[in-house]
């Protein structure tokens, strides 16, 4: 899928980070995937990449069974399924999405912020260095 950011996507990434920030986890509304990384790419082209995932699952178990029955081993591998990859993590730019790894779904998502990558993890909102990821994601 080929997305192009909004005009003025700088002002609108900022206003939704600091949006999220302040929201409380929740499987299938407020996670790395919807809610995060869906979310963020939402605010940055206004277009819904997440919309065939949300409100599909309440629990990370059912996160876990419509990844599967979806065909996906990974979150990295849903996402290539809807976002151009990038052939090597450090051209992400700000706003793009990526995957660094995690045990249940073997990866989680986070979203590119300069030298930092957004994260969300049921403990709260929070960043990592950008070296963190293992995989990259164009939004626009």
Same mark, same amino acid.
Request: proline share 3%.
């Given at each position: 899928?080929?997305?192009?950011?909004?005009?003025?996507?700088?002002?609108?990434f900022a206003?939704?980070?600091?949006r999220l920030?302040?929201?409380?986890?929740?499987?299938?509304?407020? %996670?790395? !995937?919807?809610?995060? @990384?869906?979310?963020?790419?939402? &605010? =940055?082209?206004? +277009? *819904?990449?997440?919309?065939?995932?949300?409100?599909?699952?309440?629990?990370?178990?059912?996160?876990?069974?419509?990844?599967?029955?979806?065909?996906?081993?990974?979150?990295?591998?849903?996402?290539?399924?809807?976002?151009?990859?990038?052939?090597?993590?450090?051209?992400?730019?700000?706003? %793009?999405? !990526?995957a660094i790894? @995690?045990?249940?779904?073997?990866? &989680? =998502?986070?979203? +590119? *912020?300069?030298?930092?990558?957004?994260?969300?993890?049921?403990?709260?909102?929070?960043?990592?260095?950008?070296?963190?990821?293992?995989?990259?994601?164009?939004?626009?």
């Amino acid at each position: 899928m080929s997305l192009t950011r909004v005009d003025n996507w700088r002002a609108a990434f900022a206003a939704e980070v600091e949006r999220l920030r302040r929201l409380p986890f929740a499987w299938g509304t407020h %996670d790395c !995937g919807v809610g995060l @990384a869906g979310n963020l790419t939402l &605010a =940055l082209t206004g +277009v *819904d990449v997440a919309a065939p995932w949300r409100g599909r699952y309440t629990t990370q178990a059912g996160a876990l069974r419509v990844l599967r029955n979806d065909g996906f081993s990974t979150l990295g591998d849903l996402v290539a399924s809807v976002l151009p990859e990038h052939d090597h993590r450090s051209r992400a730019r700000v706003g %793009d999405v !990526g995957a660094i790894e @995690a045990e249940a779904f073997g990866h &989680a =998502l986070c979203v +590119v *912020d300069f030298d930092r990558v957004h994260v969300l993890t049921p403990d709260g909102f929070g960043t990592l260095d950008r070296t963190a990821m293992v995989r990259a994601f164009k939004v626009g």
